[in-house]
């Protein structure tokens, strides 16, 4: 990543001091679109997986969960090894190492998930459904190990590419925006395509077989655009090269130097993270933070169908209502994360949130008012993941360099906690096919209120923690104190971290 302009300044004692000046717009818009494709898969995939397997395919509510489950699992795993490896590797030559591990996951993106939303080549009415889950299995794990790869190399740029927190939220804002904005051309094109059907005399107003190029050419589409934004980022985004003899080496080169007359500070490596209680506070916090957002984005298309009973059409335009509320509510992080910090940000997401969960606990059944609940689940969920995003890039601060271990370390508990969310819902489904029995309307109706108001309740106990324990690194700046009063030299302490000055998050 090439360095930000700086312009300098006299100090207090009147040396010059740099100053990092903003990234200019064209830059920031370059790195959003990086996401692009992660965004327009994980929209297909947790909105429409579960339903095209089984409503489309018809294949068990077990083995539709188990996928799921199995492509959690493996981009759990992925994550914080990929993590761990993204910031120990140089990169491609002198190309940035955020960006070969983005260009190694796009790549695998791109080969494995058209072939997810496809029919299973070769399989007939008389195949058993384990062959259909072992002819799924390799491209859902080639494409999780590519979105993993994809997303935290993206997500590490986050600390390196600016370093003030309202230049962070503004960033992470840009990125939602795409966020939304592609989940915003899934649903189009999804509803675009299903009412393309008019003419077919084989169209119903219920998913079935005859939905299976629906699903086949979203995803197709959904490829080549990706494929489009994520050319825009590596084009667009200058990252600085890490040639392999230039890396930072723990013991003697500190990643920022921001008080040059200062003892140099050890590097804050991975493990050393493992022992920060902010790092816990964080990771719980983001980790209900997704399963509100994930499986209201997994269960919404069940509750439309099978619980309110709606057209097939309305799986396309409630979904993309609620993220066009998203995508506008996006645009006001900054100021209000400047105005009332990011806790109180957060809690009211969370307030919007449990609006959303009432209104459903008390309506049974919805027409046109169920577009006015999906505005509010869509902003609170906008709220809440820009929030807690940006509270990780201010866990990690300047330490940037074991920053894609930090990331990959709150998506491995967010896809773990998802995927094993989905299989015990999956399990607890109270009939094997849907719409048998009066208990079938009802279930997918009790999911949506718990996966909203009741994890939102325990994303609320987290945030209190965080109030009352703010996000800062405690005990590594406690034994560097002991270091200094002790008068031993860095050097020869088996420490391979620097620590930046601590910052509070309000």
């Not at 999804?190 to 979203?218: M, S």
Request: proline share 6%; with cysteine; hydrophobic share 45%.
């Amino acid at each position: 990543m090439a360095e930000p302009p700086r312009r300098s300044s006299l100090g207090a004692g009147g040396s010059a001091v740099a100053v990092a000046e903003a990234l200019p717009l064209r830059a920031r818009l370059s790195f959003a679109a990086g996401h692009f494709l992660n965004d327009l898969c994980a929209s297909l995939w947790f909105t429409y997986l579960l339903l095209y397997l089984h409503a489309v395919l018809g294949y068990s509510h077990r083995l539709a969960g188990g996928l799921l489950l199995a492509g959690q699992v493996a981009d759990g795993l992925c994550t914080p090894l990929l993590g761990y490896e993204a910031d120990r590797s140089a990169g491609c030559g002198r190309y940035g190492r955020r960006k070969s591990w983005h260009l190694a996951g796009t790549t695998c993106v791109l080969v494995s998930f058209p072939f997810i939303f496809s029919p299973c080549l070769g399989c007939k009415e008389n195949t058993p459904q384990w062959a259909a889950f072992i002819y799924y299995l390799p491209f859902i794990v080639i494409f999780q190990f590519g979105w993993a790869a994809t997303q935290i190399s993206h997500l590490s740029l986050i600390p390196e590419l600016v370093t003030s927190d309202h230049e962070k939220v503004e960033l992470t804002a840009f990125r939602y925006a795409f966020t939304v904005m592609a989940n915003i051309t899934v649903y189009g094109l999804a509803w675009l395509l299903l009412n393309l059907q008019v003419d077919q005399p084989e169209r119903t107003e219920h998913l079935g077989i005859q939905d299976v190029p629906v699903f086949r050419n979203l995803s197709l589409i959904v490829v080549g655009l990706g494929a489009v934004f994520s050319l825009i980022f590596h084009l667009g985004t200058k990252e600085k090269p890490y040639p392999l003899g230039s890396l930072p080496q723990p013991e003697s080169t500190p990643l920022l130097q921001k008080e040059p007359t200062r003892c140099l500070r050890p590097l804050l490596a991975w493990k050393d993270w493992l022992l920060e209680p902010a790092f816990y506070q964080v990771a719980v916090l983001y980790m209900a933070t997704r399963l509100i957002v994930n499986l209201s984005q997994t269960y919404i298309a069940m509750y439309l169908t099978n619980s309110l009973l709606l057209p097939k059409k309305y799986i396309a335009t409630i979904p993309l209502v609620l993220y066009v509320s998203g995508f506008l509510s996006s645009f006001l992080m900054k100021p209000v994360n400047k105005w009332i910090g990011r806790n109180l940000t957060y809690f009211v997401g969370i307030l919007v949130i449990l609006a959303f969960a009432s209104w459903v606990t008390l309506t049974r059944t919805m027409g046109v008012e169920i577009y006015g609940a999906a505005a509010l689940l869509g902003a609170g969920s906008a709220t809440i993941l820009v929030t807690s995003l940006s509270m990780t890039a201010d866990l990690i601060g300047t330490n940037t360099h074991s920053g894609a271990f930090v990331y990959g370390a709150m998506s491995f508990t967010d896809k773990m906690a998802n995927g094993l969310a989905v299989m015990a819902i999956q399990n607890l489904h109270p009939c094997p096919t849907e719409l048998c029995c009066p208990a079938c309307v009802s279930f997918y109706h009790w999911v949506m209120v718990l996966v909203t108001g009741g994890i939102a309740m325990a994303a609320t106990v987290s945030l209190c923690c965080i109030m009352i324990w703010p996000i800062r690194v405690r005990f590594h700046d406690v034994s560097l104190q002991g270091l200094n009063e002790a008068r031993i030299p860095y050097d020869e302490t088996e420490s391979t971290e620097e620590r930046s000055p601590s910052s509070t998050v309000n």
